[in-house]
């Protein structure tokens, strides 16, 4: 089988370089600077077949919970920022630095959040 210029065996285990496409100047403007907004305005092919950005993976074994996913994360999201304010712990800065593994991870700490119910009826938080 081939990938790209690759050839790979039929016992070669690939694991695929995901984000090298996410940093690549090339498709993305100032690929390294947090910018969530670049995303607002592009309709995702979570398809696999768009190789400029694949969460779900490609191929045979791409997610099966794509749809559940996309639903549940913007719903979770939505509702934790919607009831809470955050804040960070006293004293404490947002390091968002990274290292590299087969994810990316935090660098140092992990990030500790504070959340303060923000909804006028604490009922709702029952
Ligand atoms: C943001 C959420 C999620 C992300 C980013 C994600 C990402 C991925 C990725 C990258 C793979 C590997 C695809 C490949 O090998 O090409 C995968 C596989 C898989 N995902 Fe997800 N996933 C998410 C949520 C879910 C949910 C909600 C479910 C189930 C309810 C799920 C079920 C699975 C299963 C069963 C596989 C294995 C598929 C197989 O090997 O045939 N995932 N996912």
Redesign the pocket.
């Known amino acids: 089988m081939h990938c790209g210029r690759l050839h790979h065996s039929k016992r070669t285990s690939d694991f695929h370089q995901?984000l090298g496409h996410t940093q690549r100047p090339s498709i993305w403007e100032n690929p390294l600077e947090f910018n969530p907004d670049r995303f607002l305005d592009i309709k995702w092919d979570y398809s696999?077949k768009n190789f400029n950005k694949f969460?779900?993976?490609?191929?045979?074994?791409?997610?099966?919970?794509?749809v559940?996913?996309e639903s549940?994360?913007m719903h979770s999201l939505a509702t934790f920022l919607h009831s809470f304010d955050w804040k960070l712990p006293k004293g404490e800065k947002l390091d968002l630095s990274k290292k590299f593994g087969i994810v990316l991870k935090k660098k140092l700490l992990p990030l500790v959040a504070i959340p303060t119910p923000r909804l006028s009826d604490p009922s709702l938080y029952k």
């Open positions: 995901c696999g969460p779900f993976g490609s191929g045979r074994r791409i997610c099966v919970g794509i559940m996913a549940m994360v």
